[in-house]
């Protein structure tokens, strides 16, 4: 899949309520580090889990579901496993009249609920890292990829 610099810069310049489902409390998987850097960045994110609902992330409440989330959410982003999309879609759909987005993480791709959330106007980016496009967009990746600090020019 192929997403122009254009279309992904407007999705994350556009955006300002983030849903992530399958977000975790350990600080070292990948969905808590992308949840917090996109509430660093200013973005209003909703955690979603099951296992975790009612605990406090980022100042937010842990929510069991979409369903459980007051108001409209602008993008829903997806940490579940790609078989476990298409409910997720279909409750996004349901819940949120006017999403805007649904991201699928590095590694996860539906083509049924793509075309799905497709069909109702919702723009859907696969396969990809919202933390990981922001930076690379805004200018905070570094060299080699990274932007996690200083990295010396002595061998």
Known sequence: MNYSDALLKDIL???RRIAVVGVS???VRPSYYVARYLTLKGF???PVNPVHEGKQLFGQTVRGALSDI???VDMVDIFRRSEA???IVDEALAQFPQLQTL???IGVEHPEAASKAEARGVTVIQN???KIEYQRLFGE???GGFATGVISSKL
């Open 128 to 130: 990809r890292c919202p």
């Open 103 to 105: 991201w699928m993480q």
């Open 13 to 15: 310049t556009r955006t």
């Open 141 to 143: 990746l570094r060299m």
């Open 44 to 46: 209003n994110v909703v």
């Open 70 to 72: 007051d108001g409209p």
């Open 85 to 87: 999309v298409p409910p």
């Open 25 to 27: 409390l350990n600080p």
